[in-house]
């Protein structure tokens, strides 16, 4: 099975911070990677799949980028409505999600 | 617009059997890869399972106790899980993945309580 480590599992953040989460899988999962933001009492929201391609509707603020077996999630500028769950989840194999990574604010 | 609404009992008891459906609205069940997805309370997404097409793939540690199918007549797909305990107490997400693209439609959830 493919494992995905997600870090950090909380992030204090401020308004207009960089922030990056990053995921690493147990082997190779090519590019098919995807991110999502949750909210409280909500669905996940699909922000970024393929590793790197911008879901249609979601800002640009949200980037992400691959390295290997290491993925990351950036957000350039945290605006109020980002503070959230984010969650990465491969799709390679037997699909599986990190853990999580609860955005606070700081 | 597609839409995904999760159906089934709020409460079942331990041993028993989870019967959960997912009735698809907006578009077609054919072509796409179809998931269930649940998370315990306070925790994290886990992957339950889909099916596209008819062939189905399961979480391994799940595999032995779960069953999803289809059917197209209805456009809607369901989850059965056998042998409940407390342990599978969560919010039931179905959603919608399109190959290689993620997972970019979801049900709003359902609750699924397991106790006597």
């Known amino acids: 099975d493919i494992q995905m480590t997600q870090s950090p599992s909380t992030l204090s953040a401020s308004v207009g911070d960089r922030v990056t989460i990053t995921c690493r899988a147990s082997?190779?999962?090519?590019?098919?990677l995807a991110w999502y933001q949750q909210k409280p009492g909500k669905a996940p929201k699909l922000l970024i799949y393929?590793?790197?391609t911008l879901q249609s509707g979601v800002p640009s603020r949200f980037s992400g980028s691959e390295s290997g077996t290491e993925f990351t999630l950036t957000i350039s500028s945290l605006q109020p409505d980002d503070f959230a769950t984010y969650y990465c989840?491969?799709?390679?194999?037997?699909?599986?999600f990190g853990q999580g990574t609860k955005v606070e604010i700081k | 617009q597609v839409q995904l609404q999760e159906s089934g009992p709020g409460l079942v008891k331990p041993s028993e059997t989870l019967s959960l459906t997912c009735s698809v609205s907006?578009?077609?069940?054919?072509?796409?890869?179809w998931s269930w997805i649940r998370q315990p309370p306070g925790k994290g997404l886990e992957y339950i399972g889909h099916?596209?097409?008819?062939?189905?793939n399961y979480n391994p540690s799940l595999k032995s106790r779960v069953a999803i199918s289809s059917d197209t007549s209805k456009n809607q797909f369901s989850l059965k899980m056998n042998f409940l305990t407390a342990a599978d107490t969560a919010m039931y997400f179905c959603?919608?993945?399109?190959?290689?693209?993620?997972?970019?439609?979801w049900g709003k959830g359902t609750t699924v309580t397991v106790s006597s």
């Open positions: 989840q491969q799709y390679s194999e037997t699909w599986t």
């Open positions: 393929k590793a790197s």
């Open positions: 099916i596209y097409n008819g062939n189905t």
């Open positions: 082997q190779s999962i090519s590019s098919w």
């Open positions: 959603a919608r993945h399109r190959y290689g693209m993620g997972s970019d439609v």
């Open positions: 907006g578009d077609s069940i054919s072509g796409y890869y």
